[in-house]
C-alpha cells in the first residue's frame, strides 16, 4: 500500500477555473505536509507548507488539511496555462523522520 | 539567502564507469541533505539522507554510496554504473526533518 496517494491525471481544467489536487496518506502520525509543483525536466519547487488542520492560503493557493479523513488538497484558483506541471504532495512522519512523496498529479491548464 | 548548486546539468556515461555528483548549500548551517532519484514519468525516491558531517542514512540498498565530507558538502558516488542508475538526480536540503525542502536543479544522468 502506497503511504500517499495522488491521482495521476492529467486534471485538465480550463483557464480561469478552480483547479483542485488531491492527496491521502495513510500514516495518522504524520505531523506536516507540503505541495510541490515540478515542471518538465525540472526540480521540484515549494508552493505551499500546512501543518494544522483547517485552510491556508497563499494569493491563488489554498492548502486544505484534513487530518481525521487523512487527506490534503491544494486548490489553484484563476489557473493558468502557466500552472501546467506536476503537483507533488509530500508527507513528513515524526516516527520515520522521513519526507515521503506522492507520485504527482499532472495538471493541465487550456487556454 | 539560502541556495543549493548541483553539478552537472547533465551527464551521460557508460556502463560500468564510476559516478560522482556533488551538492553544496550555501546561506546556513547544519542543514539536512537529502539525495533523492527519480526515474522518467516516477515520483521521487529517496536514496540518502544526512543530519550532520560523516552521518549518512541509505535509504535504498543500491550500488550508490554517498559522503558528507564537510557541513554543506553532499557527494553520491558509484564505482560501477548500471543501466538502471539512470535517471534524474536531486539534492535536497531542509533546516530540520519536518520542514519544507528545497531542490537543486537536478543532474539527469544516462547511462549507455
Known amino acids: 500500500q502506497k503511504e500517499v496517494e495522488q491521482n495521476s491525471g492529467p486534471l485538465s481544467v480550463p483557464e480561469g477555473a478552480i483547479a483542485s489536487l488531491n492527496c491521502t496518506y495513510s500514516?495518522?502520525?504524520?505531523?506536516?505536509f507540503f505541495w510541490y509543483r515540478q515542471y518538465s525536466g525540472k526540480s521540484p519547487e515549494l508552493i505551499m507548507f500546512?501543518?494544522?488542520?483547517g485552510d491556508k492560503e497563499d494569493g491563488r493557493f489554498t492548502a486544505q488539511l484534513n487530518k481525521a479523513s487523512q487527506y490534503v488538497s491544494l486548490l489553484i484558483r484563476d489557473s493558468q496555462p502557466s500552472d501546467s506541471a506536476t503537483y507533488l504532495c509530500?508527507?513528513?512522519?515524526?516516527?520515520?523522520?522521513?519526507?515521503?512523496f506522492g507520485g504527482g498529479t499532472r495538471l493541465m491548464v487550456k487556454p | 539567502s539560502q541556495t543549493i548548486h548541483q553539478w552537472p546539468a547533465t551527464l551521460v556515461q557508460p556502463v560500468g564507469s564510476p559516478l560522482s555528483l556533488e551538492c553544496t548549500v550555501e546561506?546556513?548551517?547544519?542543514?539536512?541533505l537529502y539525495w533523492y532519484r527519480q526515474a522518467a514519468g516516477r515520483g521521487l525516491q529517496l536514496l540518502f539522507y544526512?543530519?550532520?558531517?560523516?552521518?549518512i542514512s541509505s535509504e535504498v540498498p543500491q550500488n550508490l554510496s554517498a559522503s558528507r565530507p564537510q557541513d554543506r558538502q553532499f557527494i553520491l558516488s558509484s564505482k560501477k554504473l548500471l543501466l538502471s542508475d539512470s535517471g534524474f538526480y536531486l539534492c535536497a536540503w531542509s533546516a530540520m526533518s519536518n520542514q519544507p525542502q528545497h531542490f537543486g536543479d537536478g543532474t539527469r544522468l544516462s547511462i549507455l
Open positions: 546561506g546556513t548551517s547544519n542543514p539536512n
Open positions: 500546512i501543518y494544522s488542520n
Open positions: 509530500a508527507v513528513y512522519n515524526n516516527a520515520g523522520n522521513m519526507l515521503t
Open positions: 500514516d495518522r502520525g504524520s505531523q506536516s
Open positions: 544526512s543530519v550532520g558531517i560523516g552521518q
